[in-house]
C-alpha cells in the first residue's frame, strides 16, 4: 500500500501482482486542504487521520490475501507538536501561514542566509521547518516538545516509532550539509531543542509491523511499515526510469519542483545566490532544484471566482485559454506576495500596473486570459530556472520529464516544450505513489531475493517496471503537438 499526502488531495493505493505484471489503483482519493481561523492557517489534521483509516479499511477488505509493506509520503516542512502520551497539542500550521515572516527576520539576525545555506545546502524559503520550529518558540511554546512531520505522523500512528526519514529531513533546513544527522550547530545558535527532532533514518527504512485498530484487520496481521521517500517530490523522482545525465525534472502540481539530480550536493556560489536547493533523494542522491509556485497560483484565482459565482470546469479553461493569444509580458510567479492567500488575482493585476501592463478584468469571460498569462508565466519561469541549472551544474539537459498531478495540463507542458527547447516527456500523474511503491519493493523484495542469493532489483528497476508505459513525449519542442 502506498499513501500519499497531498496539500490538495490525498490518495490511498494498493499494488498487486497479476499474471507476473504489477498493477496499482487507487483505491481511495479524499479531499485537503488548510483551514483558516483565528489562531492562523492549519491542516485538519482529525480529517486527515480520518480519510487514510478509511482508504487501509477498503484495501484491507480488497486484500484478503494479506497486505506485505505500507508506507507514507506527503508534502514536506509541517509537521505535529506531541504530547508526553503522544498524542498531538494542536492542529498542525500550514507552511504559508504568514507567522514565519517575522521568524524568518529574527533567525537571519542570528545565522544570516549565507551561514544557512553553508551548514545546510537548502534553499532560504521561510516555509522551512526552520523558521515554523523558531515561530513556534516566538510564540513561547515548549521547544522540548517532541515533533514529526506530517508523513512520518501518519507512519508513527501505524507503527508507533518517531522517525524522520532522510529525503524528508532534508526539507526542514536543519540537516548538515553532506550528512544525515541534524545539524547541531543550528538547534545551538537559534536555542531549539534537537532532543525533540525525530531520529534521521534511511529511505526505504523497514520500522516493524502494524498495530493500533488497524492491526485487528485480518489483511494487516503480517504487514510491515517501510518509510519509502517520505518526500513526495523525492518519491515522484524515483518514478523516473531514466538514465543518463542529460535529464531534468519537473515535479509539478501545488508547487512545481524544478531540477536535476546530482551525486553530490552543489554548494557553489552560483548556486547559493540563486537560492538553488540540495534535497535529499532516494539511493543517496542529491535533488538539486528550486521551488517555484505552481498549480496552487490557478486554484487561488479559481477560488476568488468561485466565490464571486464565476465558476469555470478546468477542462474547460484549459480548453479555453490555449486559444488564447500569448500575454504581451509575463508575471513573477514567484514574488513573496504569490506566496500566501487571499487576494491573488488583485496581487496578478498589480505585478501587471508595475509593468506598464493593464489590468485584467475580474469578470468570468475574463477567465482564460488570467489563466493563459499563469500558465505562460509558469512555462518561462521553467525554462529560467532549467537554463540555470544547466550553467550552474555544467549539465547539457536534452530531456525534461514532466510528473505529478499537473502533468495532466497539456497546454502547460506545449508551452514549457516550446520555452525550454528540451524533449518533455511526460509522466504519471501519480508519479509520487509509484516511486513509493519502488522504494517499498526494493525495501521488501529484494531483502528476500538477497537472502535467497538472486540478483536484487534497483529502486530505478523497479520504477521502470511500473512506470515506463506511462511515459509518453508531448511532442517536438519546436512544434505544437
Given at each position: 500500500m502506498a499513501i500519499d499526502l497531498g496539500a490538495q488531495?490525498?490518495?490511498?493505493?494498493?499494488?498487486?501482482?497479476?499474471?507476473?505484471?504489477?498493477?496499482?489503483?487507487?483505491?481511495?482519493?479524499?479531499?485537503?486542504?488548510?483551514?483558516?481561523?483565528?489562531?492562523?492557517?492549519?491542516w485538519d489534521l482529525p480529517e486527515i487521520v480520518k480519510g487514510v483509516m478509511a482508504g487501509l479499511r477498503q484495501c484491507s477488505e480488497m486484500a484478503p490475501e494479506g497486505i506485505a509493506s505500507i508506507g507514507v509520503d506527503g508534502w514536506a516542512v509541517d509537521y505535529v507538536r506531541l504530547d508526553g502520551d503522544g498524542c498531538p497539542v494542536a492542529q498542525p500550521f500550514c507552511h504559508r501561514d504568514s507567522r514565519?515572516?517575522?521568524?524568518?527576520?529574527?533567525?537571519?539576525?542570528?545565522?544570516?542566509?549565507?551561514?544557512?545555506?553553508?551548514?545546510?545546502?537548502?534553499?532560504?524559503?521561510?516555509?522551512?521547518?526552520?523558521?515554523?520550529?523558531?515561530?513556534?518558540?516566538?510564540?513561547?511554546?515548549?521547544?522540548?516538545?517532541?515533533?514529526?512531520?506530517?508523513p512520518e505522523f501518519i507512519t508513527y500512528i501505524l507503527c508507533g516509532k518517531r522517525v524522520s526519514e532522510y529525503t524528508n529531513a532534508t526539507h526542514t533546513g536543519l540537516v548538515a550539509l553532506g550528512t544525515q544527522k541534524w545539524c547541531e550547530e543550528i538547534f545551538s545558535e537559534l536555542g531549539l531543542d534537537v532532543s525533540a527532532a525525530p531520529e534521521i533514518v534511511p529511505s526505504g527504512s523497514v520500522l516493524g509491523p502494524v498495530i493500533g485498530e488497524c492491526a485487528a484487520l485480518p489483511a494487516f496481521g503480517e504487514t510491515k511499515v517501510v518509510v519509502p521517500a517520505c518526500h513526495d517530490t523525492a518519491s515522484a523522482i524515483a518514478a523516473i526510469p531514466a538514465v543518463g545525465d542529460d535529464w531534468a525534472f519537473i515535479s509539478s502540481g501545488t508547487?512545481?519542483?524544478?531540477?536535476?539530480?546530482?551525486?553530490?550536493?552543489?554548494?557553489?556560489?552560483?548556486?547559493?545566490?540563486q537560492n538553488f536547493t540540495n534535497l535529499g533523494g532516494v539511493g543517496e542522491k542529491i535533488c538539486f532544484l528550486k521551488n517555484v509556485?505552481?498549480?496552487?497560483?490557478?486554484?487561488q484565482c479559481i477560488e476568488e471566482w468561485a466565490a464571486q459565482?464565476?465558476?469555470?470546469?478546468?477542462?474547460?479553461?484549459l480548453s479555453a485559454s490555449a486559444k488564447m493569444p500569448e500575454p504581451a509580458t509575463v508575471i513573477n510567479v514567484d514574488d513573496s506576495q504569490l506566496m500566501v492567500p487571499g487576494n491573488t488575482i488583485a496581487k496578478i493585476n498589480a505585478q501587471l500596473e508595475r509593468r506598464g501592463q493593464p489590468k485584467l478584468s475580474e469578470s468570468r469571460d475574463s477567465m482564460p486570459v488570467l489563466a493563459n498569462l499563469i500558465f505562460h508565466s509558469l512555462a518561462a519561469r521553467y525554462a529560467e530556472v532549467l537554463e540555470s541549472i544547466s550553467k550552474i551544474t555544467g549539465k547539457n539537459l536534452k530531456r525534461l520529464f514532466i510528473v505529478g498531478g499537473g502533468s495532466r495540463n497539456s497546454y502547460l507542458n506545449?508551452?514549457?516544450?516550446?520555452?525550454?527547447?528540451?524533449?518533455?516527456?511526460?509522466?504519471?500523474?501519480?508519479?509520487?505513489?509509484?516511486?513509493?511503491?519502488?522504494?517499498?519493493?526494493?525495501?521488501?523484495?529484494?531483502?528476500?531475493?538477497?537472502?535467497?542469493?538472486?540478483?536484487?532489483?534497483?529502486?530505478?528497476?523497479?520504477?521502470?517496471?511500473?512506470?515506463?508505459?506511462?511515459?509518453?513525449?508531448?511532442?517536438?519542442?519546436?512544434?505544437?503537438?
Open positions: 488531495s490525498c490518495r490511498v493505493s494498493l499494488l498487486r501482482w497479476r499474471e507476473q505484471q504489477p498493477e496499482f489503483e487507487v483505491i481511495h482519493r479524499f479531499p485537503n486542504a488548510p483551514i483558516a481561523g483565528s489562531d492562523g492557517l492549519r514565519t515572516e517575522k521568524a524568518a527576520d529574527r533567525v537571519h539576525s542570528i545565522l544570516p542566509p549565507a551561514r544557512l545555506y553553508a551548514l545546510t545546502g537548502i534553499q532560504i524559503l521561510r516555509i522551512n521547518t526552520l523558521y515554523q520550529l523558531y515561530a513556534d518558540k516566538l510564540a513561547n511554546l515548549d521547544s522540548s516538545l517532541p515533533w514529526v512531520t506530517l508547487w512545481s519542483l524544478v531540477g536535476t539530480r546530482l551525486d553530490a550536493p552543489c554548494v557553489t556560489r552560483a548556486a547559493a545566490e509556485n505552481g498549480m496552487w497560483l490557478l486554484t459565482g464565476g465558476n469555470w470546469a478546468l477542462p474547460e479553461l506545449q508551452l514549457t516544450a516550446r520555452r525550454t527547447g528540451l524533449n518533455v516527456i511526460v509522466g504519471s500523474a501519480e508519479s509520487t505513489t509509484i516511486g513509493n511503491f519502488a522504494v517499498q519493493l526494493s525495501a521488501e523484495v529484494d531483502r528476500r531475493d538477497r537472502a535467497a542469493g538472486v540478483r536484487v532489483e534497483t529502486v530505478a528497476e523497479w520504477a521502470g517496471r511500473l512506470s515506463r508505459s506511462t511515459m509518453e513525449p508531448v511532442g517536438d519542442a519546436q512544434h505544437d503537438n
